[in-house]
Structures are given as structure tokens and as C-alpha cells.
């Protein structure tokens, strides 16, 4: 009960601090889609750039988060950005690559050769064929790696409450600091809350956008 008197008590905070959390995801994870997906598509054509880059963004993710931000201050404090919003961005960004870049590569690779030749034989270039026909079919399982990159990071901006980020990571940094059970374990629920909540919904998005037909390979993907 006193957990959750304290969660009523500090409501309009903790949605001011879920609604930061949404933002510097999202902003994060955005950008990360924007780079991976062409990043993805583009490793296609060279098996030995796609380990090489592949391998690269597999090293980041294994960079514990904390250490990562703490190797961001410095390099980031020349333009004046050493803490708060940047390197909290970026470091997402960062963590985002790899299921994002993954998940395309593989869909791209995976298209139906058939269909690549019967899009071929009416007279689709290149770039058509990549917008018109693979770039659709790969959609669902390019949207599972965000969705994958999304969730996890939900979790890892949440220590980015330590460089003065924000979101609800606030509750869990204060709550240690302070001692204040409440507190940390509000911050932590609400993390796993807001995690569970956007991939219902980004499952959702996901089985929209999947083909008939495809239903069970986006699912498992």
C-alpha cells in the first residue's frame, strides 16, 4: 500500500518523467533506424563488409552502458554536450544498431530469389525492385529488430539518469542514493511496465504491416 500511496503522490511526475523516457527512446532509436536500415541494405551486396560491420555493432552492444556513457563525457564535453540529452542519444543509438542492421540485412537476404528474377523479367531496375519488392516484403522482420531494439533500450536510458538524461530512471538513481525503497522499485516498475507496453503495441504495428502469408515468420523473427 505505501508503494502505491508514494506512486498516486508523485503521479504527475512520474508521467512527466514516462513521457522523457518515450522522447529520448524514441528520438534515439529513430535515428538509429534511419542509419541501420540503409546500413542493412547496403551490406547486402558484400559478404565480407556485412561481418565486418556486423561484427562492430555485436562489440558495442557487449560495452556495459554505464562504461559507454562514461566514455562519451569526455568526447562530448568539447562541444559542451558531456552529459544530459546527447550522450544519453547517442548511446542509444549506438545500442540500437545492431538488431536494426541485423534484421535487414538477413530479410533483405532472405527475399525469394524467385521473386527478385520475376521482378526482373518486367524489366524492374535495381532500385525498383529494392523499393517495390524487397524493401516491402522485409518490412515485418526489419520492424521486429525495432521493436527488439526499442525494448531494450528502454532499459538502458534508464541509466542514463546518471549523466543527468532524465526519464524514469530518475526514480531508480534517487531512490538508491537516498535509501528510499519506494522510489526504486516505483522507477523500476514503471520501467518493465513501459517495456511490456511498447512491445504489445509495436507487436501490434508489426502484424499490420506483415504480409498474408507472413504472419508466422515475422512472429518468430
Not at 518523467?17 to 522522447?23: G, K, N, V
Not at 517495390?132 to 521486429?144: F, H, K, N, R, S
Not at 529488430?145 to 534517487?174: D, E, H, P, Q, W
Not at 517495456?195 to 518468430?220: F, H, N
Amino acid at each position: 500500500m505505501e508503494l502505491i500511496q508514494y506512486a498516486l503522490d508523485n503521479l504527475g511526475l512520474l508521467l512527466d518523467r514516462t513521457i522523457e523516457h518515450i522522447a529520448l527512446v524514441g528520438v534515439a532509436v529513430g535515428l538509429a533506424t534511419l542509419t541501420g536500415v540503409p546500413i542493412g541494405i547496403a551490406i547486402t551486396k558484400n559478404e565480407r563488409l556485412a561481418k565486418a560491420v556486423l561484427y562492430v555493432a555485436s562489440i558495442i552492444v557487449t560495452i556495459p552502458s554505464i562504461a559507454l556513457f562514461g566514455i562519451m563525457i569526455p568526447i562530448l564535453s568539447i562541444i559542451g554536450h558531456g552529459i544530459g540529452y546527447v550522450p544519453a542519444v547517442i548511446a542509444v543509438l549506438l545500442y540500437s544498431q545492431l538488431p536494426i542492421i541485423r534484421n535487414t540485412y538477413t530479410a533483405i537476404n532472405n527475399v525469394d530469389p524467385a521473386l527478385r528474377e520475376a521482378a526482373r523479367g518486367i524489366g524492374m531496375s535495381q532500385n525498383q525492385r529494392l523499393r517495390q519488392v524487397e524493401i516491402p516484403l522485409a518490412i515485418p522482420i526489419i520492424m521486429a529488430g525495432v521493436r527488439t531494439a526499442v525494448v531494450l533500450n528502454i532499459g538502458v536510458m534508464a541509466i542514463a539518469a546518471y549523466i543527468g538524461a532524465g526519464g524514469l530512471g530518475t526514480f531508480i538513481s534517487r531512490g538508491i542514493s537516498q535509501s528510499d525503497p519506494r522510489q526504486l522499485i516505483v522507477g523500476a516498475v514503471a520501467v518493465s511496465l513501459l517495456a511490456i507496453i511498447v512491445d504489445y503495441s509495436l507487436l501490434a504495428l508489426q502484424k499490420r504491416l506483415t504480409p498474408r502469408g507472413m504472419e508466422r515468420a515475422a512472429t518468430t523473427a
